[in-house]
């Protein structure tokens, strides 16, 4: 198991209602991915931290790079 942890700033200004929309987007394509197990987000509405567990080593190194891209 690989797990890939992210830290993100909160936009200033958003609603929740378009935050949680967005997340909700984001939650659906990282389910797709190949070797998905398991994600788990939270927010204290400013900042965030997603934790991403696969059973890939590829995929883990591909969410890991800038912007989910392989150098």
Known sequence: ?????YQ???KPGWNQGD???QLDQLMETV???PGFVR???TT???SGLSFVL???EAVAKELASP???SA
């Open 1 to 5: 198991m690989y797990a890939v942890v």
């Open 8 to 10: 993100v700033d909160m």
């Open 19 to 21: 935050r949680d929309a």
């Open 31 to 33: 389910k797709a991915l």
């Open 39 to 41: 994600g788990t987000w």
């Open 44 to 46: 204290d509405g400013t």
């Open 54 to 56: 696969v059973d890939n």
């Open 67 to 69: 912007l989910g891209r």
